[in-house]
């Protein structure tokens, strides 16, 4: 599967180029332009693998032609020599190029000076000539970087997400197995390299997906990679405590159990929707106030507040003139969740009544 996107990119990055270039040339000659060919070129150089690649080029070849025409403008008329003339405004577009970090503008940016310097000269038409070209083959460019396979890129990630969680939980799972049962020979800590080498595909796949969209929210897919590597790479990192641990049996169980959750765990915490849905059940629970587990939560929730007013000295319920009895209302439930917290609540409340900070 992943070859097989990796031939289809290949060959739709292909026609696009060939039929943006083709395009092109046929447009310049169209407009009866000097050297047709050059827009088919630049059409070739800029249609690069993603969107966002294509339009931060565009912007230096516009920028760096500017820089072109200026070198041009005052080291052509320098010298009677054309090939001379050329050779040093190369030398100074490579300088342009190379102190400006657009070096992938350099290949444009000398065929501009050739057809100028040598090919037809250094005249006002033939600038506009120049521009022309480039604007054809940067546009053109642009228009065939606008068709790509959205929905094909998507499922792969989407089964790149899947193959993830199976294999990230199997090796948990194997990680457990080992801690407890001891096997001597094991593959595992390989198959951790090889799947931390598939995530880094993975996550260059994302990005490449990423800035063909165009739109921050699908980064989701470069963050859940890079997260799954990070976790791997700790995992793998504890390769020599683990096998120290095997040696400790109480502490074996404990951390086996531990990680055996965090299998579990791996695929429903990758799903917003799953996630969503848990929340909403918790949340209506904790509203309903039916289950115990729910009483004590409320009663949890009321300890906060009342915590947060005790600690400093109850200058809160001072100054906004609190008074105990609503306090007692506020905690009136806090027994219903735990008869314990609710002495504690009570003993606070009473401490902070006789220091005057709770009017009775």
């Known amino acids: 599967m992943h070859t097989n996107m990796k031939v289809k990119k290949a060959m739709l990055l292909s026609l696009r180029i060939g039929l943006g270039s083709a395009a092109a040339i046929f447009l310049a000659d169209f407009l009866h ?178 800035e063909n969209r165009l739109h921050t929210r699908e980064g989701v897919y470069v963050q859940y990679f890079q997260m799954r590597e990070q976790q791997l790479s700790v995992v793998h990192a504890l390769h020599y405590q683990l096998r120290h641990i095997r040696t400790m049996p109480d502490q074996s169980v404990i951390i086996g159990e531990f990680i055996r959750e965090l299998a579990v765990a791996v695929p429903s915490r990758s799903l917003p929707e799953d996630q969503k849905r848990e929340l909403i059940a918790l949340f209506d629970e904790f509203e309903a106030y039916e289950t115990a587990e729910a009483k004590y939560a409320h009663a949890m929730d009321n300890l906060q507040p009342l915590i947060l ?26 027994k219903l969740g735990s008869e314990r917290l609710f002495e504690v609540t009570d003993q606070i409340i009473r401490e902070n009544i006789r220091k005057g900070n709770l009017k009775e």
């Open 33 to 210: 332009l000097e050297s047709a060919a050059a827009a088919g070129t630049i059409t070739l150089l800029t249609l690069l693998t993603t969107r966002v690649q294509t339009i931060r080029l565009i912007i230096n070849r516009f920028l760096t032609f500017a820089g072109t025409i200026a070198l041009c403008l005052v080291i052509l008329p320098l010298w009677e020599s054309q090939l001379f003339s050329f050779a040093v405004l190369l030398v100074f577009i490579v300088a342009m190029c190379e102190l400006c970090h657009v070096q992938n503008t350099l290949s444009v940016n000398a065929l501009i000076a050739m057809h100028l310097a040598i090919t037809h000269g250094f005249t006002g038409p033939m600038i506009v000539n120049e521009f022309c070209l480039l604007c054809i083959g940067v546009v053109i460019a642009y228009i065939m970087n606008m068709f790509q396979d959205y929905k094909g890129m998507e499922r792969d990630l989407e089964t790149k997400v899947q193959q993830t969680e199976e294999a990230f939980t199997r090796l948990l799972l194997e990680v457990v197995r080992y801690i407890e049962e001891k096997p001597e020979n094991t593959e595992i800590w390989e198959e951790m390299g090889r799947l931390e080498s598939d995530l880094f595909d993975f996550v260059n796949d994302a990005r490449h997906y990423q």
């Open 309 to 334: 007013n005790n600690s400093n000295d109850g200058g809160d319920w001072k100054g906004h003139e609190v008074s105990a009895k609503q306090v007692y209302e506020r905690q009136g439930k806090t």
